[in-house]
């Protein structure tokens, strides 16, 4: 199918039924704002079949039954114009960026985080263009699990997509999109949004349920992704200090004030056997540390490496239970010896993952962030000699040595990617924002970008790179 007939101008299927009742089951939710969250998730193989209807009309954006028994009210459209009126005025003044859609990080599962924003819709005959465009900048994660973000505030007539549009474009996304999306959370909704949503309900996977997540705030928001930092708009920010007017002046300082509290805390109660959430050279000091590798690193990459996991379909790409991984991470600050031998191979691999993230600096470091985003921007023949300096000369000791441990094992992992399915770019794509991430703002997308194809560099590069171990270069 080509590009121009993704999109088709007819919504396919039976006429939808105009009469939704809520549901009487409890809906779980973020917010006590919200008293429900219907189903989201098209599927060929849920869809019920309603009875055939003689006619159907077009009422605003959705298609509607004529039914006899239905008295029509005057005047009366609950889908027209002014139902976003709070959220139109903050957006008036408002400049689309050449991003339709941002990455703001990973969450506290090691998922990757998109951001889009009903603000940068532009005019209905122009949306088509728009969801390609979304399509093809996220296509390249939707392999692993994912988290979407939905912004609805600055959503106007003039942009407000119409249910066939909806329903065509979600009809026309890969599988991927639509089975590694583990969660889609909906920031500032009105109750205009949860009218469509109810409205298809009876034709939408049950499934969806556990994925669909209203927030009323962005302090919500950064509690349900475990991001202590969130770069976003002026706008969104904006608009959520006028809906929580009561958090304007105090939240930000008092939550940057508390986090720097908890950082400072953290530094005076680290604890001997700590190896998660502390500086790397406080777990070489304290810990028995064989060429800088912490205890559990080695652990995760031992049990990873055995015949029968290493080659499991989706390694490192499927999220491990977050409990567990929670529970396992206890007993190693404690300083417990955990066996993982009975551990389940996507617990392990996330356990591993959750390591890199939770270290107070980046393994690639904070000085290297500025170097490393301009990896695309480098003529070609210079990028080996630019890694390999970069590496080699500006990492730490105990940084060169882990990364270089890790990378050793990744490329490991891509020698059975027959079986696992785990290339040098998938592999990159998942480490990359692990390995590094800004110490002031969360990395956008067009940062990520470069820091993925500069760990995918070195994974295809690693003898070059790594000719010359330098413990024996110091001797």
């Known amino acids: 199918m080509d590009n121009h007939s993704r999109f088709t101008s007819r919504l396919p299927g039976p006429a ?10 409890p809906q779980p939710s973020l917010s006590d704002l919200h008293d429900f969250e219907p189903k989201l998730e ?52 408002f400049q689309a960026p050449k991003n339709k859609c941002d990455f703001l990080g990973t969450d506290k599962q090691g998922r990757h985080v998109f951001g889009i924003y009903a603000s940068r819709f532009p005019e209905k005959s122009q949306l088509e263009g728009f969801v390609r465009q979304v399509i093809k900048e996220i296509e390249p994660f939707v392999e692993n699990d994912y988290i979407l973000v939905y912004f609805h505030q600055g959503l106007k007539e003039d942009n407000k997509p119409s249910a066939q549009f909806l329903w065509n474009s979600y009809k026309e996304l890969d599988r991927n999109f639509r089975k590694n999306l583990k969660t889609l959370y909906v920031v500032h909704p009105t109750w205009f949004i949860r009218v469509i949503w109810n409205f298809f309900s009876p034709f939408i996977s049950d499934k969806f349920r556990k994925k669909l997540v209203y927030i009323s705030s962005l302090d919500e928001l950064r509690q349900a992704l475990g ?58 000091v304290n810990s028995p540390c064989l060429n800088s590798i912490p205890p559990i690193v080695r652990k995760c990459v031992d049990s990873l490496s055995i015949t029968g996991v290493i080659d499991t379909e989706g390694i490192f790409r499927r999220s491990g239970n977050h409990a567990e991984i929670m529970a396992l991470k206890e007993r190693v600050n404690r300083g417990e010896d955990v066996d ?14 959750s390591f ?13 962030y500025e170097d490393v985003t ?60 692990n390995f590094l991430w800004s110490r002031s703002t969360s990395t956008s997308l067009e940062e990520i970008a470069p820091i993925n194809a500069f760990v995918d560099f070195v994974l295809q590069n690693h003898k070059d790179i790594y000719l010359i171990d330098i413990n024996q270069h110091a001797l």
């Open 340 to 353: 993982l031998k009975c551990v389940n191979v996507h617990v392990i691999a996330g356990l591993l993952k």
């Open 42 to 93: 098209f599927d060929d193989t849920e869809l019920l079949s309603p009875a055939p209807l003689e006619k159907d009309v077009m009422v605003g954006d959705f298609v509607l039954a004529d039914d006899p028994e239905l008295e029509p009210e005057e005047d009366v459209n609950p889908l027209e114009d002014d139902f976003e009126d709070q959220l139109r005025e903050q957006s008036e003044q």
């Open 227 to 284: 991001l202590n930092k969130l770069k976003l708009p002026d706008n969104i920010s904006d608009f959520d200090d006028k809906l929580n007017p009561s958090r304007k002046s105090a939240a930000p300082s008092s939550y940057l004030t508390s986090s720097v509290n908890a950082s400072r805390q953290q530094q005076h109660k680290m604890a001997p056997t700590m190896q998660f959430g502390v500086p790397l050279k406080h777990i070489v």
């Open 16 to 25: 939808i039924n105009s009469i939704v009742e809520n549901s009487d089951e």
């Open 374 to 433: 301009k990896f695309l921007e480098w003529p070609k023949e210079e990028r080996s000699r630019n890694v390999t300096q970069l590496i080699r000369e500006k990492l730490p000791e105990e940084n060169y040595e882990l990364f270089k441990y890790i990378v050793e094992f990744l490329v490991r992992v891509m020698d059975c990617e027959d079986l696992n399915k785990m290339t040098s770019s998938n592999l990159a794509i998942v480490f990359g924002p």
């Open 356 to 368: 890199l993230r939770d270290l107070s600096e980046p393994l690639l470091t904070f000085e290297l």
